[in-house]
């Protein structure tokens, strides 16, 4: 079963250089329990995604079309009010920097508890306890001691380890968790990292991993959608994915270094596409070394080529020979 | 042959002060690099890995005399380079300075934006003054052509690039002096993944081409991986291993260097992650551990290791390390 279905989603910038096509018709599924990753780039609209779903698309951002099904229901056509019971109960959010995520001038205690006292009406020596043992749940060392510091107290694993357990507070049944390592040295991203996968399990949630590294997707995913300017290239189990990938993900696995081995790097030419004056057709042609005249013209459809695995490219059969 | 660079028992602290308005008296001290020594040969690409605040910047820095040393001795060439900064002559310290060169992490805070292009890549020539008036033209097209932008690019400002053809930008400027040795202070971490592999691409073929050392200073063990002929490890203001680069990435011997490396997310679903999880974080540089840095976060610690400082022995060719039970894990 699946937690989420997005249909069509799109999500416009108004800005005053013309519309910016953030999300132009995506659509893609969450099943229920599972640990998805949403790759992309900078401009990819990883995160526009998330805020979509949750509807706090920041302005000049409007979402201008498509539905979002979280278990059934509709969420584009509710109102402010019935939104709120959605946001941090059944779906909840990691922001990707949780130095500028926390207010600096509350204790943890303060700002957790206010959530708390909020949303689940406890008194406050209930709300305490709650947040104390939503702490250790997100293994914060001495919650107790904890709740009367100031975020600048902390590091940015520690922080970073507070925003998880905030997001948790209300036990959502969908966690989109935006990058939450990119600002974290490499032994403290494995600790988070281990976290997400023991809480995921544990709690039974599903997952959201938004990232731009192929590595943390390959450890932590089964599912993968792959976003590129916008839309959707591929989506796919995560073997699917780096065993016959759209051109846009082989591209990119072939660009990035690794440390197990060493490779020639071939690069992707060119840049990242100016969102408000896209390319013509699949958005990746002008920097396809498959591309072809049709790539140029049309928008390929996602089409759907067996075991779950769904690509966006006029050219994928006849390269993987299934034509 | 003597190598380009020579770094001996380099040390720099900063000092911590008590607070107070009018009386400011030290406390304390950031041992930010504690006594390292390295050399680079003319060539090379020597990476320099760590995690934040592991004093890997402030390495770079003293190397180019932009912060003093507190201690310690830089030969460049053969030449005494902090004497020559201290007390040298104008153009003993204009010469060191053009065989020195330096690219940022952030090409979006290091590049004037009230300049063109064409200024900010002929203004070495201003100050340097190796290339007459009328052929600046000439070389700024070259040199942008050598970074793989167009002539027209010249006219341009800053904010109408993107952050790889900004940081090829930077790059033209610091190799528009022909300098021997350029210090790369994390040039690929702010940009997108499918525009890194362009700019190490770069880095590689100046290289090649022009026969520029590197010393190239990452967190990103993968990068560090691709570009340097030789990795050194820095943990809390100290090298704890140093060997050519695939030795090190495949017969690592330090416990910290392991644990780093298996930290590392591989793009491979197929390869089962091993992590060594590290207890706790990097301590505080002030009051640095006793004995060896690493052991309070060491699972193999004992109390040699609390009590005695390791020594940086070299175990196989070109292979230091510095731990008490090296020989348990080589």
Redesign the interface.
């Known amino acids: 079963m699946n937690i989420l279905e997005v249909e069509k989603l799109k999500t416009y910038f108004f800005t005053e250089a013309g519309v910016v096509k953030a999300l132009d018709d995506i659509s893609f599924s969450i099943p229920k329990g599972s640990t998805l990753g949403l790759v992309g780039?900078?401009g990819s609209g990883k995160t526009v995604t998330a805020q979509s779903v949750l509807r706090i698309v920041p302005k000049p951002g409007k979402i201008v079309g498509g539905s979002i099904f979280f278990e059934g229901e509709d969420l584009l056509p509710k109102k402010e009010g019935e939104m709120r019971k959605f946001r941090g109960k059944k779906i909840s959010l990691i922001f990707q920097d949780p130095t500028s995520s926390l207010n600096p001038l509350f204790t943890i205690g303060e700002q957790l508890g206010d959530i708390v006292v909020q949303h689940m009406k406890l008194k406050k020596s209930e709300a305490k306890e709650w947040v104390i043992k939503t702490l250790k749940l997100a293994k914060l060392p001495d919650p107790e001691n904890a709740i009367h510091s100031y975020p600048h107290q902390f590091?940015g694993?520690?922080k970073q380890r507070i925003c998880i357990a905030r997001a948790l507070l209300l036990s959502p049944k969908l966690l989109f968790a935006d990058e939450p390592t990119t600002n974290l040295?490499?032994?403290?991203?494995?600790?988070i990292?281990?976290l997400l996968k023991d809480l995921q399990r544990d709690l039974g949630m599903t997952l959201v991993m938004i990232t731009?590294?192929?590595?943390?997707?390959?450890?932590m995913c089964k599912w993968v959608v792959v976003l590129y300017a916008g839309n959707v290239m591929e989506i796919g189990p995560?073997?699917k994915i780096?065993e016959e990938p759209h051109p846009y993900t082989e591209?990119?696995?072939k660009?990035?270094?690794?440390?197990?081995q060493?490779k020639e790097?071939?690069?992707?030419?060119g840049?990242?596409p100016n969102l408000i004056d896209p390319p013509s057709g699949c958005k990746f042609h002008p920097?396809c070394q498959y591309a072809k005249e049709i790539c140029k013209e049309k928008i390929p459809s996602l089409e759907d080529i067996g075991d779950g695995h769904f690509v966006s490219c006029h050219r994928w059969k006849e390269l993987n020979n299934r034509g | 042959m003597a190598p380009l660079l020579e770094v001996k028992d380099l040390v720099k602290y900063f000092p911590t002060y008590s607070r107070g308005i009018f009386r400011k008296k030290i406390v304390g001290n950031v041992h930010a690099v504690d006594g390292i020594s390295f050399s680079v040969n003319e060539s090379e690409i020597v990476g320099l890995v760590g995690?934040?605040g592991c004093g890997k910047t402030t390495t770079g820095k003293l190397i180019l005399y932009l912060e003093r040393p507190t201690k310690g001795e830089i030969l460049f060439d053969g030449k005494n380079a902090i004497e020559i900064f201290e007390n040298g002559s104008k153009e003993e310290k204009m010469e060191l300075r053009r065989s020195m060169q330096m690219v940022f992490q952030n090409p979006y805070a290091s590049l004037d934006p009230r300049m063109t292009v064409f200024d900010i890549i002929s203004e070495p020539f201003k100050i340097h003054k190796h290339v007459p008036r009328n052929e600046w033209k000439e070389r700024v097209y070259k040199l942008l052509e050598l970074v793989g932008l167009e002539p027209y690019h010249a006219e341009r400002y800053p904010h109408e690039f993107?952050g790889?053809?900004r940081q090829r930008i930077c790059i033209a400027r610091a190799i528009a002096v022909e300098p021997r040795f350029i210090i790369a202070d994390e040039p690929v971490s702010s940009l997108?993944?499918?525009?890194?592999?362009?700019i190490?691409?770069l880095i590689m073929d100046l290289q090649h081409r022009l026969g520029v050392s590197y010393l190239y200073i990452s967190?990103d063990?993968?990068?560090v991986?691709?570009?340097s002929q030789r990795v050194m490890v820095m943990y809390l203001g100290e090298i704890v291993e140093a060997a050519p680069?695939?030795e090190l990435?495949d017969h690592s011997i330090h416990p910290y260097t392991r644990?780093?490396?298996?930290?590392?997310?591989?793009?491979?679903?197929?390869?089962k992650?091993n992590?060594i999880?590290?207890p706790g974080?990097?301590p505080s540089a002030i009051n640095p551990p006793s004995g060896c840095r690493f052991h309070p976060r060491c699972r193999y610690a004992t109390s040699e290791c609390k009590e005695e400082k390791p020594s940086f022995v070299e175990v196989d060719k070109d292979h230091y390390v510095s731990c008490h039970h090296y020989a348990e894990f080589a």
């Open positions: 780039e900078s590091s694993g520690m040295d490499v032994t403290i991203q494995a600790q990292i281990a731009h590294d192929m590595g943390i997707v390959a450890d995560i073997d780096f591209a990119l696995l660009a990035i270094p690794r440390l197990d060493t790097l071939v690069f992707i030419p840049n990242i920097r | 995690e934040s993107s790889g053809q997108d993944v499918s525009i890194r592999a362009q190490l691409k967190h063990l993968s990068s991986r691709q570009i680069t695939d990435f644990a780093l490396i298996s930290a590392v997310p591989i793009p491979d679903p197929k390869r992650m992590i999880l590290l974080e990097v």
